[in-house]
């Protein structure tokens, strides 16, 4: 590109490095799982969420601070996390019955799971309630459905959390405000043996740690207060919320201040808020310490020594942050056209495997670029954007014009790294009848086959 004849150098966001998955790129796998199964597919890391969720509990102990990390479903639709959850007795956070299903089918024992989101319907809270799920209570209609189940199940109490409204986020149209906390421990006192009142739970949207802190205090105030009322009351769940931090500042500083519209087709126009913040400073479990370390507002303690002199467990729900660098999705090159100075990529794909445009953003870590002979390499500057293979002029991939080092050519693979956390699968639907993409779990850790690639699965295996 040239402005006024000077060429113009497009932005970049290139991700952190991570050898392991270069080493997949290079390794000819993904051209032979291209071969394999056609169309896009996503590969995954399962031992990358094993090594985030260790993370998080590290953060826990090293605080000396009793917490349970319940990972948060709805990030990514694949088996292969359930399976490790099940596996490392870790918690997962559901919010349908399909969701709560799928978690128990895979192992996770009810006691393991948390059962959030707004007006949950009768079947989920029947089965959280006979599966001893904690439920977290986002109204006092649902409330007295729970208390009501409870009581004519005869099997056990309902466990469960009431979610508090964020004084700092009025508008939200999830928990429960001061006035509907009072009512709802008068009513869980009331309703004796058929309620196990655990405490209480917010999710913040946002990244920020302070406000977690704060409120997570605020909790542990919640918490003392409904104990005097006979309430167990001993635990807080402070949501999820725990950024992913893609690309270094230097990196994500430059391309937010060099993008503007002639950079994207069509000169769409997008503003640096309209963006996920691809750096963060702080981020993940890192976020986790920071938050123990925090002083609550009002308060002289940290958090984690606020929760061990009040007894209370720590329960987390994050979703993105334990899916950081477990997977990749890839799509075959199908098309290519000349615009204006740059080309038009059609891949195999849609849009809908990269939710992000589907929030009026655009997913920016830099695709790469696989040939046969693995990743290309060079100084060339091929731009070009990424559309879907449906009739939707808006069905972009990437509107961006990425400075790709070779020109593309139909069955080159893209490769947009870092999309578990949800990018993969979040907003997939079978468009146009085009077949869902299929997951491979990839055993990177595992004996390498003889040609020195990694061993895989399929996310689902065929029934036996
Ligand atoms: C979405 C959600 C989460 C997970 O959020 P992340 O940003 O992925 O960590 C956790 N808890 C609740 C209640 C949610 O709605």
New binding site residues.
């Given amino acids: 590109m040239a402005v006024n004849g000077i060429p113009q150098a497009l932005p970049t966001l290139p991700v952190h490095p991570d050898p392991e998955t270069e080493a997949v790129l290079d390794s000819g796998l993904l051209h032979e799982l291209a071969h394999a199964f056609g169309g896009p597919f996503h590969f995954l890391l399962p031992h990358r969420f094993d090594a985030n969720l260790a993370a998080f509990r590290a953060a826990l102990d090293e605080a000396g601070v009793d917490g349970c990390v ?1 990972y ?1 479903k ?2 990514n639709k694949a088996a292969a996390w359930i399976e490790r959850c099940a596996a490392t007795s870790a918690g997962v ?1 559901v ?1 349908s019955p399909g969701e709560l299903r799928e978690v128990l089918g895979h192992g996770v024992r009810g006691e393991n799971v948390v059962v ?2 707004p007006a949950k319907n009768e079947e989920l809270l029947r089965i959280a309630v006979l599966q001893g799920a904690l439920t ?1 209570v986002d109204s006092l209609d649902e409330l007295d459905r729970i208390i009501a189940l409870a009581r004519t199940g005869e099997v056990r109490p309902a466990r469960l959390l009431l ?1 508090r409204l964020p004084p700092a986020q009025p508008h939200s149209r ?1 928990g429960l405000d001061e006035a509907e906390l009072e009512e709802a421990l008068t009513r869980c006192v009331r309703a004796g043996d058929a309620v196990r009142m655990e405490g209480f ?1 917010f ?1 913040l949207s946002g ?1 920020a740690v302070q406000p977690r802190a704060d409120l997570a205090g605020h909790l542990v105030d919640l918490c003392l207060k409904a104990r005097v009322l006979g309430l167990q009351a001993d635990r807080i ?1 402070i ?5 992913v931090d893609y690309a270094a500042a230097g990196d994500w500083d430059s391309f937010l201040a060099a993008q503007q519209p002639g950079h994207y087709h069509a000169r769409r126009r997008f503003t640096p808020a309209d963006f996920y913040p691809y750096h963060s400073p702080v981020a993940g479990a890192e976020a986790l310490r920071a938050v123990l370390a925090a002083v609550p507002a009002g308060g002289r303690d940290s958090l984690a020594r606020r929760l061990r002199e009040t007894g209370t467990v720590l329960l ?8 950081d660098r477990a997977g990749c999705s890839v799509f075959r090159v199908q098309g290519v056209k000349d615009r204006d100075g740059y080309a038009v990529l059609t891949v195999d794909g849609t849009s809908l495997s990269l939710s992000e445009q589907w929030f009026n953003s655009e997913y920016l870590p830099d695709p790469v670029l696989v040939t046969p002979a693995g990743r290309v390499g060079g100084q060339g500057v091929h731009p070009a954007c990424v559309g879907g293979a449906t009739c939707l002029e808006s069905d972009m991939l990437t509107w961006r014009k990425i400075p790709f080092p070779a020109r593309p050519s139909a069955g080159d693979l893209l490769v947009y790294p870092n999309t578990a ?2 990018q993969m699968d979040s907003n997939e639907s079978p468009f146009h009848d085009l077949a869902l993409p299929p997951k491979i779990v990839l055993e990177t850790t595992a004996t390498p086959t003889g040609c020195g690639r990694p061993r895989w699965h399929l996310d689902r295996r065929p029934a036996c």
């Fill in positions: 319940y948060a709805k990030a956070d919010a959030t989101g977290a979610r999830f739970s999710h990244y769940s949501g999820g919320g725990f950024a987390m729900e994050p979703g993105r942050a334990l899916l956390g949800y």
